[in-house]
Every structure is written in C-alpha cells, then in structure tokens.
C-alpha cells in the first residue's frame, strides 16, 4: 500500500501521474481539508474535490480544478441575484458540493461523505479527509487582517503580504479514521509536491500524524513543490518566507526534516541537491515539472524507481 499526503493542485497532478502507474486499490491518499469553506451554504472541500475528481477521471486539467467540461450557469444566476462570486463553482461541481452538504446534514461524517461521493464517481482509491473536524488555516496580513486561505487566495489572489499562518482547530483535531494505520502500515509514503506550508503543513498540524509518519517503517518520499528557488505556482513561496523557510529545496527539507527519508527535486536543482546531501538526506534529481500527461506518469514512475532502488541498495547494505 503507498499512502499520499496531498493538497489540491500540485497533489493533484501528481495523484494523476500515480493512477497512470500503481492500481488504484493500492492507494491512500490522505487530503488537507484547510480550505474548507462554507460557500452560498454548502459544504466545500476544494482540495479533496480536486483529489477526487482526478481520481475519477473527471479533473479539468486545463483549470487544474473543477470538472472538465463544466458549465458556469448557477454562477452566473446567483451573479444576477447579488450573491458573491469570487469563488468559482461550475454547475457540476455544485452538484458534489450539494450532495456532500447533505450527507454533513444527514449526520455523516466528512470522510463518510467523502468515500460515498468517491465510489458514486467510480473512485477505487481510499480518500481521507485528513481530519472529521473542522481546521481551518487562517493568513495574517497587516492589509486585511485575518483572512481564510480562499479568501487570501481566490478572492485576493494571494496579493497580501503574509505576517504569519495558523491552523484554528487543530489542536484539538484528531486524524480521520485510518488516517494513522494507513501511514503506518504503508509500504511507502509519499508526499506530493504540494504547498508545503498550506496543503501539508495542515496535515502535519494533526495531533498524531507527524508521530506517525517518524514511527512508520515506511520510507517517507516527497517531491519538492520549490523549483530553483521558486513555487511552479500559486503562494508557497510567499507563505514559506512567513513560517521563516527558506524559499529553496531545502526549505521544503526543513519543512518534512523530522521525518523525512528521500527528496526528489527537479533537475535545474542539481547543484543545491549537492549541498543538501551534506546534510545527511537522500536527495534524488529527475524532472518535476508536469505539463504533460506524460511528463506526470514519468515523474509518478521516477518516484517509485527511486524509492525502490533505494530499497534494494540498503538491502544488500545489510546483507
Ligand atoms: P493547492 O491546495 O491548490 O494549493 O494545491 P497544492 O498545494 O497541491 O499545489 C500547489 C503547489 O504545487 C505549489 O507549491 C506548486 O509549486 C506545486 N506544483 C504545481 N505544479 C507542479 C509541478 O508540475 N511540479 C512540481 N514539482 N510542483 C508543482
């Protein structure tokens, strides 16, 4: 079994590379839920929708969230009938953010309603909301004051200087049901190359599952979101500089340092993957960038390679 942990867009395409090279069945993915939001009433899980609809085959991959093909007609509606608009929901997507907000009322629980619109869309993977409770990661900005991460990314399009980042609740969170055994009894774990301050730094926010991840006799993976010195997207950048991270491979290694056992970073970082290895950690340089269907697959295929080889080295190391 691998077990993921994963934001939404960088998680996303990643997980798409993944499903293209290991059965679904064999797959956890455990996903941030920060970004939940309320939205005209319903319940959204911007990070776990995305997971679920690549998963499903259903992710546009041009918007790099959403479904593909969707249409904007509600938006438009609830436009003309003053309601805000800033975050974007196409008309198929509404219908999962519908049925997940009444399954919420009927009293499941988020990963309860999560695996029941997983396998009505033909999802064979495990998704696991990474908490049942609510934790939301709030941005401090001296421009507009506290913001939710939708509304620092979406609304404003992450413009605000940053002062720092907390995630409410979870402290008092705990892990969704299997969270924990799915990264303990994993033959790997794998980090996407996710934002590592407001994707998986929720997750790793959860009472239990850092302890988990450094207790796991699985090799623990991650591919570095940071490439020569920048995010490939979106405020990861900007939200390390705030934690005081270095914006650079090894600031996401300071990020995962506690448990981490391999990094896989992009070629153009081939001379600081050197000056990383001083440090002690397995650094291994391939191609990162996924524009391509292909270009995920082989990254997804890079990832396992070296994982595996890594195995078998230390295997012979101690035979
Ligand atoms: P979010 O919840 O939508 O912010 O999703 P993620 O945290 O999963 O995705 C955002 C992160 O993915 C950013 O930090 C990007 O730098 C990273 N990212 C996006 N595309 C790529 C890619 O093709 N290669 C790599 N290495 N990182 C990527």
Redesign the pocket.
């Known amino acids: 079994m691998i077990t993921v942990l ?8 990643f997980v798409d590379g993944l499903r293209q090279v290991v059965a679904q069945e064999e797959l956890t993915i455990i996903v ?1 839920t920060g ?1 939940d939001l309320l939205w005209w009433g319903l319940y959204v899980s ?2 776990v929708d ?1 997971i679920t609809y690549v998963l499903a085959g259903l992710l546009s991959k041009e918007r790099g ?1 959403g479904v593909k093909g969707d249409t904007f007609q509600c938006l438009q509606a609830m436009g003309q009938l003053g309601q805000p608009i800033w975050f974007h929901t196409g008309d198929r997507d509404l219908a999962v953010h519908l049925v997940r907000s009444q399954l919420l009322a009927h009293g499941m629980t988020l990963s309860q309603a999560t695996a029941e619109i997983a396998s009505k869309l033909g999802v064979a993977a495990r998704i696991l909301p990474m908490s049942d409770s609510r934790v939301e990661t709030r941005v401090m900005t001296p421009t507009a004051g506290e913001l939710s991460f939708e509304e620092y ?1 979406v609304q404003r399009w992450f413009q605000d200087p940053v002062e720092s980042v907390r995630f409410a609740g979870a402290a008092d969170a705990e892990p969704a049901p299997g969270a924990v055994e799915a990264i303990q009894q994993a033959k790997l774990v794998l980090i ?4 590592p301050v ?2 998986i730094g929720p997750i790793l926010a959860i009472p239990g599952v850092r302890k988990a991840l450094l207790e796991s006799k699985a090799r623990v993976a991650a ?5 020569a010195g920048a ?4 405020p ?1 950048g900007i939200l390390m500089s705030a934690q005081g991270l270095p914006v650079s491979i090894a600031g996401v290694a300071r990020a995962y340092a506690d448990f981490l056992d391999v990094l896989i970073v ?1 070629n153009r970082d081939a001379r600081n993957a050197e000056e990383l290895r001083k440090s002690g950690l397995r650094v291994h340089c391939t191609h ?4 391509s269907s292909l ?1 995920k697959m082989t990254l997804a295929k890079a990832v396992l390679d070296c994982v595996s080889a890594q195995d078998s080295s230390a295997r012979s190391a101690t035979e």
Not at 6 to 13: D, V, W
């Open positions: 994963t934001g939404g867009t960088g998680g996303a395409k941030n970004d911007p990070d995305s969230w990314f996407a190359p996710s934002n407001t994707s591919v570095s979101p940071i490439i995010a490939v997207s979106g990861a992009d990162t960038v996924m524009r270009d």
